[in-house]
């Protein structure tokens, strides 16, 4: 735990207003998200991590009052190994303070419920700036798609994939925005 906090110092610094998308692996490439209870855990973190309040998840109620928000979150996906998000910095220093937030809380119960110990996270997130209107539409799309591997790993490639199935199998994967816009 201290360790991921100390290893925690970004090279880059995030700007106010502007668009990023963030990822992160599991170590080792390995499966973050083991049952579905662990991918609504996420969920849920994403939600109550997105505050400058300082967090007890033990002590939160059922009615928690978060506040203001730190981020904006457009899309995201969590697959077995990874997440995907792409976001808006709202208050300086929000999206490392909500990063750091979500990422600690889920690795703390991931430990806890498979008595683990050590990193769960390959290293501290990583990110690009969305700076123009063309990579945000493409991160947008690239972030939702992501679940079509499991239905055809190639599928960018696969001449023949069948689009109304693709579709159809994205759209309804409970563990994306997508599902929300839809």
């Not at 049952?35 to 059922?62: A, G, W």
């Amino acid at each position: 735990y201290v360790a991921y906090l100390i290893m925690a110092v970004r090279k880059s610094n995030f700007a106010v207003g502007e668009y990023y998308h963030i990822y992160n692996r599991g170590v080792e490439k390995r499966d973050i998200f083991i049952e579905d209870c662990d991918y609504r855990k996420f969920q849920y973190l994403m939600h109550i991590c997105n505050t400058t309040k300082s967090i007890v998840l033990r002590d939160i109620p059922l009615n928690f009052d978060r506040g203001e928000t730190i981020v904006d979150i457009g899309a995201y996906c969590l697959m077995k190994n990874h997440f995907h998000i792409l976001i808006r910095e709202k208050v300086e220093g929000g999206i490392t303070l909500f990063s750091r937030k979500l990422l600690t809380a889920y690795s703390m119960h991931f430990n806890k419920k498979f008595n683990h110990s050590g990193k769960v996270w390959e290293n501290i997130f990583k990110s690009k700036h969305l700076d123009n209107d063309k990579y945000l539409k493409y991160i947008y799309s690239y972030i939702h798609l992501n679940p079509a591997k499991y239905l055809d790993p190639r599928w960018r490639d696969n001449k023949n994939r069948d689009i109304t199935k693709l579709f159809d199998y994205v759209s309804n994967y409970e563990y994306s925005s997508l599902i929300s816009y839809i």
